[in-house]
């Protein structure tokens, strides 16, 4: 008998692959949303400091989604080197560039919220091992964010599987800003980091040549 997990995938995935061009404008939608959101939150704060609270707070929840989205865009890559789960790969393959879009977009207005907006208002405090570890991550996110698009992936070819690897470096990076932190969340993505490693040992004993685009 069919397992449940794959009847469910089974409907999700018809749902996404039928409304693809629908799903991809209303992530285009939310992009755009995201940064007119973070433009007037850095005007409102620069009118009112009261409200530098309340945007650190929204900021915080802005890095708990970048967390969930980052492990939603590296987790079809270790299952398709585990060669298992293809269902939900196939899910979220299709939609996977603009995931990972979004999640550097929410990683930059959490940065921008919870630490560049306060150092702003109130001025320059020691830099911390988890914030050097944040930036590295959004640094190594950078060249991945301007090339995530079609044109890029023509114009790279080989290239840009080769470039877009980094977004594991990235997820290392994020398991030691959260680690360091304190956060539970850390240990997840840690877990992340090493099925990425043991995925990666599996798929080179068995030849794994797929593309990853
Ligand atoms: C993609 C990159 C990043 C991700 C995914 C991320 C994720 C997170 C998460 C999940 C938290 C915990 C939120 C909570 O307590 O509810 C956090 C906290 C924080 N992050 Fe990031 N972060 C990133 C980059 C950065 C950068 C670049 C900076 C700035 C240098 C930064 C500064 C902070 C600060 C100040 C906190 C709050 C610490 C506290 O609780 O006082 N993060 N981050």
Excluded at 59 to 78: A, D, M, N, W, Y
Excluded at 153 to 162: I, R
Excluded at 180 to 187: A, D, E, K, S, V
Aim: aromatic residues 14%.
């Amino acid at each position: 008998m069919e397992p449940l997990y794959t009847k469910i995938f089974g409907i999700i995935q018809r749902f996404v692959l039928l409304n693809k061009l629908h799903i991809v404008r209303l992530l285009f939608f939310t992009e755009i949303l995201l940064v007119l959101f973070a433009c007037s939150g850095v005007v409102a704060v620069t009118q009112n400091n009261l409200l530098i609270p309340v945007l650190a707070l929204i900021g915080k929840k802005l890095g708990t989604l970048s967390v969930v989205l980052l492990c939603f865009v590296v987790i079809p890559g270790i299952f398709r080197r585990l060669q298992c789960f293809t269902i939900v790969r196939v899910t979220v393959m299709s939609i996977r560039r603009h995931l990972g879009i979004l999640m550097y977009l929410t990683g930059v207005i959490h940065s921008l919220f919870t630490y560049w907006m306060p150092r702003f208002i109130f001025g320059p405090t020691p830099l911390q091992y988890f914030q050097i570890f944040g930036m590295v991550t959004l640094s190594l996110g950078f060249p991945l964010f301007l090339t995530s698009n079609d044109f890029s992936v023509k114009l790279l070819k080989k290239m840009w599987d080769v470039l877009h690897k980094g977004v594991y470096i990235m997820l290392f990076f994020v398991s030691l800003h959260l680690l360091f932190l304190g956060n539970g969340l850390g240990i997840i993505v840690f877990i992340l980091v090493i099925m990425e490693c043991v995925s990666y040992l599996y798929s080179t004993r068995h030849h794994d040549h797929t593309i990853t685009r």
